[in-house]
């Protein structure tokens, strides 16, 4: 069983969806932070389930191709890709929508001077585990062809 786990780098992929999912998580959370005090309505939860269910989907569309028989690296690139420019535009989405709460908060008075370190922390945060989420991504790619190579040599043989 644990070859298996490593030969299709299940881990990686879990860890890849882990990592995407805390990085728009933590946008989320700063955007919850601040959308009451600058009195818009917000319903986080609901834009934190959908945008887990895509991506599960997404992560399962990257899991199709390395299980599959047929020739899977161009596959397996374009589901990755579909996975991080979702991820990617998630997480624009929630550092715009946070960002466009500054005006709001400076016309009631609010000082943003308080939130901006953790924002920025936060945001910070969130970038470093998108770039890791690409970095796995990458690698998991490359294994896919190793996975391709041994196969064909198994056969061979």
Sequence with gaps: ?????????????????????????????????????????????????????????????????????????????????LFAGYSGTRMTAAFTATLGLVPTLDARGIPISDYQGTFYLLSLAAAISYILTILLLKRSYGRVGVGEARNVVHQDT
């Design 1 to 81: 069983m644990d070859r298996e786990v490593d030969r299709f780098n299940l881990v990686e992929h879990l860890a890849v969806y882990f990592l995407a999912s805390l990085a728009v998580a933590l946008l989320l959370y700063e955007q919850s932070q601040l959308s009451p005090r600058a009195g818009v309505q917000v319903d986080t939860l609901e834009l934190a389930l959908i945008q887990q269910a895509v991506m599960a989907l997404l992560l399962f569309g990257v899991l199709i191709p390395v299980y599959a028989w047929y020739p899977k690296r161009w596959a397996y690139a374009l589901a990755s890709i």
